[in-house]
């Protein structure tokens, strides 16, 4: 995969967030669960990518399965 298809699903996602003019933001439940997560020894570290298609669920303009999708993807590029 070239590195121009590494960078497509993330270009996707910026492009969704800028669209609907999401940006990322934390809510307590949010510091909570990364305390709880990291006080059992699985701390979880959300880059931003990842975050923004939280927030794009969140706000209803993503369903799960695509959101699931996309990070899927996202991630997979990512590797390669």
Same mark, same amino acid.
Do not use: F
């Given at each position: 995969?070239?590195?121009?298809?590494? #960078?497509?699903?993330? !270009? !996707?996602? #910026?492009a +969704? !967030?800028? #669209?609907?003019? @999401?940006?990322?933001?934390?809510? $307590?439940? /949010? &510091?909570?669960?990364?305390? @709880? =997560?990291? %006080?059992?020894?699985?701390?979880?570290? %959300? /880059? /931003?990518? $990842?975050? %923004? *298609?939280? &927030? +794009?669920?969140? =706000?209803?303009?993503l =369903?799960?399965?695509?959101?699931l999708? +996309?990070?899927?993807?996202? *991630?997979?590029?990512?590797? %390669?």
């Open positions: 995969m070239s590195s121009q298809q590494q #960078r497509e699903t993330a !270009a !996707a996602i #910026r +969704l !967030a800028d #669209r609907y003019h @999401v940006i990322c933001s934390q809510t $307590e439940t /949010d &510091v909570w669960a990364y305390h @709880v =997560t990291r %006080l059992a020894g699985d701390e979880v570290i %959300l /880059d /931003d990518i $990842e975050q %923004l *298609l939280i &927030v +794009l669920q969140r =706000t209803g303009h =369903t799960r399965p695509d959101a999708s +996309l990070q899927a993807n996202y *991630l997979r590029e990512k590797k %390669l």
